[in-house]
């Protein structure tokens, strides 16, 4: 029998229609969500030209042994710290209990690991000038030891500027500790890392490699961004290090961005924080200081640090919480919106109960798949009552969340399956009224700068563009 090149493309095509439908079954039964399984299934089982290959690289991911690993690993840092009488909080952890705006909280204690600590403060820092202002007058000030995680870093302007600084710190005596995630910053050069390191500095990438059997790092990456300078003082938020930041960078520009500057005992769970991911990159622990004095006022304040490796799926779970508890106003600001089941109906049960749900996005996409998926998210919501603003000036690359008169929540997750699920993620939980009104006030100048979507936003969309939100949130799961 003759055998032709269109034989072969059969058996091709059919080789491959058959190993998209046996990991259609995989992602069924072994993907950890509803959501994320369909997506998979049906993406692999109706495109497997374009899904097969992502699938293998990251859907056959072992989550089960990757958890494992993370939590086995964590305990022996803690095991190691056990002698380092870590947690002498009792008097702040009393405190925060005594606040009945916590308590509206009730499952905060339990959800996170952290406590909820008073006598603190807290600064806001708005957009990339501010942020990084404060940061590096922070880091040349430093004396003794700085812990430093960033997603993203690039070898640009503002990353040299970091790296000089750093190397002046190492060079006059100060122990430097810098993790940066390998996914997030895959284009930082080897020669900037090198001349780190050989100037002193102890940099190591957040562990993204595995195995050929378990390649399971890969879909899991340190979305953290955390710096603690001395014990003293600490800065997180939605900053990474580059020069879009600071809005330097078009079309994006201008880059729209929070970050925070703390001092007080929730220091102490920040540094808690980036020694678990330094000691799962190397095994060690790094230098964690203890401030010999704290500030005799300020607020209460709670780290909540979630990841993969969680009992429960803290990120998303805070989010919940903290929309089921509000009774006046739920602000949200996200430049990814793709939320799950769980946060979608606590966002309509708000509207139901008379409270003011504002979402505020970008208009401008960075990834225009996620953008799509998200857009037709914000036209859900709006039509189920939520108000929904599109921030016009640049890019809304900002996390942050307002519930009430007391609550604000800023960090580093968005509101995706991946920030909820895959990745770790660092967040500031405050509970101050004067605190909630610089958040407020910042908040109504960017919703002054958006345009509301109304009504007619849902009817203008025409049907081409239907189909492609309709495709890209068949898939948003896994983005």
Partial sequence: ????????FAYLIALIHGLGLIAAVHAVLTVRTAQGAIAWALSLFFMPYLTLLPYLVFGRSRFAAYIEARREVDQEMHRAMADLDWRPWIEEALAASESAAYRQLRALPRLSRMPCLANNQVQLLINGEETFAALFAALAAARQVILIQFFIVHDDALGRRLQQLLLQRAAAGVQVYFLYDGIGSH???????????????????????????????????????????????????????????????????PWRDTHVAVRGPVVACLQESFAEDWYWATRQLPPLLLPATYPSDGMLCQVIASGPADPQETCSLLFVEAIHSARERVW??????????????????????????????????????????????????????????????????????????????????????????????????????????????????????????????????HRLQQLGMRVARLISPIL
């Fill in 332 to 461: 949200i600001t996200s430049p990814y919106f793709i939320p799950d089941e769980a946060l979608s109906a606590a966002l309509r049960l708000a509207v139901l109960r008379g409270v003011d749900v504002r979402i505020l996005l970008p208009s401008r996409p960075d990834h225009r798949v996620v953008y799509a998926a998200s857009s037709l998210y914000a036209l859900e919501a709006l039509r189920a009552g939520v108000r929904v603003f599109r921030y016009l000036p640049g890019f809304l690359h900002q996390k942050v969340m307002l519930i009430d008169q007391d609550i604000c929540a800023i960090g580093s997750a968005n509101l995706d399956n991946r920030s909820f699920r895959l990745n770790f993620e660092i967040t500031l939980l405050t509970v101050d009224a004067d605190f909630a009104v610089q958040v407020a006030q910042m908040l109504e100048e960017d919703l002054s700068q958006s345009r509301e979507l109304i009504g007619a936003d849902r009817k203008n969309v």
């Fill in 187 to 253: 284009a930082l050069p080897r020669h900037y890392t090198e001349r780190l390191r050989a100037g002193g500095v102890q940099i190591h990438a957040f562990p993204t490699g595995g195995s050929l059997l378990n390649r399971f790092q890969l879909n899991f990456r340190n979305h953290r961004k955390i710096v603690v300078v001395d014990g003293e003082y600490g800065f997180l938020g939605g900053h990474n290090v580059g020069d879009e930041y600071l809005g330097e960078k078009p079309p994006l520009a």
């Fill in 1 to 8: 029998m003759e055998f032709s090149i269109g034989h072969l």
